[in-house]
């Protein structure tokens, strides 16, 4: 069993169009992220969320918002698509601050 | 701030042994972790080092001095599917249990 899932696993799309990345994990963790990746490989946190706190970096544009309808589940919300959001998008889980488990990563193409 | 350095990209044959360095500055330092990830894959988790000291794992082991701010990644009989890159991460004191990522070493491991 896949331990983190996201869907969809490529999305392209035009700018100016809003779009939605689910992420579910089964291992019972308490805490989901999601980073992103850019062309040159950098990873970046984007937001860190428990049942209780929502942190979100400080350097990402209000177009993106987390939303988790449950503990298993963390998906992200993107309005209004620019160019620079093209990037992978990768979801992860711990159980608080042990090793993460990330998703294989949503591959997001804004034309 | 928080940062991280290591080596862009580090090339060895197979059956050979190589180091891969990593220097922090952060507040509040937790441990050091090590991540892998394979072209077109999701970062997998390698190591983590809280203490001082050497930790084994099979062919990898992994260091940390946190006097020095600096660890790194030993990577011993070297094989083609050892080609990816590895990045050492702290966590984010500003964003809860999120990791902070160097930018990454590109290991090419040729024959």
């Known amino acids: 069993d896949t331990a983190v899932s996201q869907t969809p696993k490529y999305l392209v799309t035009q700018m100016g169009n809003d779009k939605s990345i689910k992420c579910e994990q089964n291992l019972g963790h308490d805490t989901m992220y999601w980073y992103k990746q850019d062309s040159k490989k950098f990873l970046k946190i984007m937001f860190s969320y428990n049942n209780k706190e929502l942190i979100i970096n400080e350097t990402v544009p209000n177009r993106f918002s987390p939303k988790s309808p449950d503990k298993a589940h963390l998906n992200l919300h993107i309005n209004s698509l620019e160019l620079g959001d093209s990037a992978v998008y990768f979801c992860?889980?711990?159980?608080?601050?042990?090793?993460?488990?990330f998703g294989p990563g949503t591959r997001l193409l804004v034309l | 701030g928080q940062s991280l350095e290591q080596p862009s990209e580090v090339t060895a044959v197979e059956g050979a042994i190589v180091q891969i360095n990593c220097t922090y500055q952060t507040s509040g330092f937790y441990g050091l972790s090590w991540y892998q990830q394979h072209d077109g894959g999701a970062p997998t988790f390698l190591s983590y080092?809280?203490?001082?000291g050497l930790e084994e794992t099979g062919r990898f082991s992994s260091f940390l001095s946190r006097s020095d701010s600096y660890g790194y990644l030993l990577l011993q009989e070297l094989q083609m599917k050892d080609s990816a890159s590895y990045f050492c991460?702290?966590?984010?004191?500003?964003?809860?249990?999120?990791?902070?990522f160097g930018k990454g070493t590109t290991l090419s491991v040729s024959s």
């Open positions: 991460a702290v966590r984010d004191s500003q964003a809860g249990t999120a990791l902070i």
């Open positions: 080092n809280a203490l001082d």
């Open positions: 992860a889980s711990s159980h608080m601050e042990e090793t993460q488990y």
